[in-house]
């Protein structure tokens, strides 16, 4: 009651939810407390979390943040939805996102944009900057999001919080609604290393309805917290210190290095030398992928319908040109042409091999390191509006987290103090299902 409280007086200016569900979120408190009083226990029991509106979430709109599904009510639970529900959480809403969680900014959303709580003119980060945003305003204590080239991590970064991307296939993609599918996984943003753990923990797992959800068992999360640091080799990429990058991001990556070195751990420099490709190779796949995905949304099956369609081309034509926003167009164009015949072999195919080399490199790395450490983003938080014009001056904004989506590994962001007053976050990045690592630096570091 009290959070809800504080989202309705709080929120009007953050605009972090999409749709509060209070009635239901009573429902599941309700429930919690029977489960307590039966003599379960659990941390995850009755702790309120909200979910970024891109898991279907059953009788509750799904809107991906888009016109074209502002009316879809999902007939089922997503996976994650399903096992933070099953765990006890109890869901205060939807959260607001960039459209189809394509940006970096949340401010391509059909709801408006969403504020940064630490400076209201600054944007929050993207594509979860609702998630972002109503665990930094302290609404809710935790939340779900997605990263497909950096979105729990970045919108981390940009608000002072803990935002974890699993590896590739560790949490069930089933109903979370698809941007590029090879590179999508939900994971958690909270306040602390410790809460990512306890979320992990219930959101991982195999899942038999999603095929490249990986048969492993899940760790336990929160015993990996305590580990002692002593002999951990991290890595510090040269290229990831170059030009572009704030100086001011660099200073707090370094005063990180010599926090973790006062932990015992010892650093040494590598080389990711073909991280220079990943943002255009990114940004041929993860349109293709988003081109082939949306193609669903044609007024028929779901959402939004025009008004008096002339025939079924005419249908088809209107309802995705009213329903999807300016950056999904612009996607959907880049990736239809991306895959054309003729330009495949140029664009597609070239990109695939791209994502190869990048992969062999942290292969490679991660012979000599058991951690790379860097900046999560080059600049702090930037000014609502400022590069809304500029569609690649954002896409630079992806530089240090899309590499991990590529090559599939886990990444973690975690608070490294502030630049003007505005938060930023450093980057751990591990080798394949070392989400125990990740949480275990970051909560001793913390
Ligand atoms: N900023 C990147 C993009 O726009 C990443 C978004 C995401 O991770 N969902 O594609």
């Known amino acids: 009651e009290a959070l809800l409280t504080r989202i309705g007086a709080l929120d009007p200016q953050l605009n972090s939810f999409i749709t509060v569900t209070a009635d239901q979120a009573r429902a599941q408190a309700q429930a919690a407390d029977a489960r307590r009083a039966a003599g379960e ?37 997503a996976t994650v939805v399903e096992k933070l529900a099953a765990a006890g ?29 630490w400076n209201t003119e600054c944007v929050p980060g993207g594509s979860s900057g609702g998630s972002a945003a109503a665990v ?55 306040r602390s290393a410790e809460d990512c753990a306890l ?15 990986v048969d492993q068992p899940v760790e336990d999360y929160l015993a990996a917290l305590n580990q002692p640091l002593a002999g951990l ?47 255009p190779a990114y940004y041929v796949i993860a349109p293709a992928e988003a081109s082939s995905n949306l193609s669903r949304f044609d007024g028929v099956r779901f959402g939004y319908r025009c008004e008096n369609p ?3 081309e005419d249908l088809y034509k209107r309802s995705r040109g009213e329903g999807f926003g300016a950056e999904v167009k612009r996607r959907i164009m880049v990736g239809t042409y991306a895959l054309s015949a003729g330009y495949y072999d140029a664009y597609y195919l070239k990109a695939q091999k791209i994502r190869r080399l990048i992969r062999s490199d942290f292969i490679a790395a991660f012979q000599e390191v058991d951690l790379i450490l860097g900046p999560t983003t080059p600049n702090p938080a930037w000014k609502l509006g400022e590069k809304s014009s500029d569609p690649v001056a954002a896409y630079l904004e992806d530089i240090y987290t899309i590499t991990a989506n590529l090559a599939g590994i886990p990444g973690l962001s975690m608070p490294a103090g502030f630049v003007d007053g505005l938060p930023v ?16 630096v970051a909560h001793q570091y913390q």
């Open 425 to 440: 976050g450093v980057q751990l990045l591990a080798p394949y299902f070392q989400e125990g690592r990740l949480l275990n």
């Open 233 to 279: 080799r991290i890595g510090l990429p040269r290229e990831y210190f170059g030009a572009g990058l704030d100086p001011r991001l660099s200073d707090a990556v370094m005063a990180c290095v010599e926090e973790l070195k006062k932990l015992g751990a010892t650093i040494k420099e590598i080389g990711l030398p073909n991280m220079q490709h990943a943002i």
């Open 41 to 77: 226990s659990g941390a995850l029991l009755g702790a309120p979390i909200a979910h970024k509106d891109l898991f279907c979430t059953q009788g509750v709109r799904t809107s991906c943040a888009s016109k074209i599904l502002d009316n879809f009510v999902a007939p089922y639970d």
């Open 310 to 312: 002339q025939n079924l």
């Open 89 to 117: 959480c109890v869901s205060l809403g939807k959260l607001n996102m960039d459209e189809f969680a394509m940006g970096s900014a949340n401010e391509s959303s059909h709801y408006g944009p969403v504020r940064n709580p």
């Open 199 to 213: 979320l992990l923990g219930a959101m991982a797992g195999f899942d038999p309805k999603d095929s490249t959800c």
């Open 136 to 190: 930094a305003a302290r609404l809710i204590p935790a939340a779900t999001g997605t990263d497909t080239g950096g979105s729990i991590r970045q919108p981390a970064a940009l608000t002072n919080l803990t935002g974890l991307k699993p590896t590739y296939g560790r949490v069930s993609r089933w109903g979370m609604i698809a941007y590029a599918s090879s590179l999508d996984q939900g994971g958690p943003l909270a």
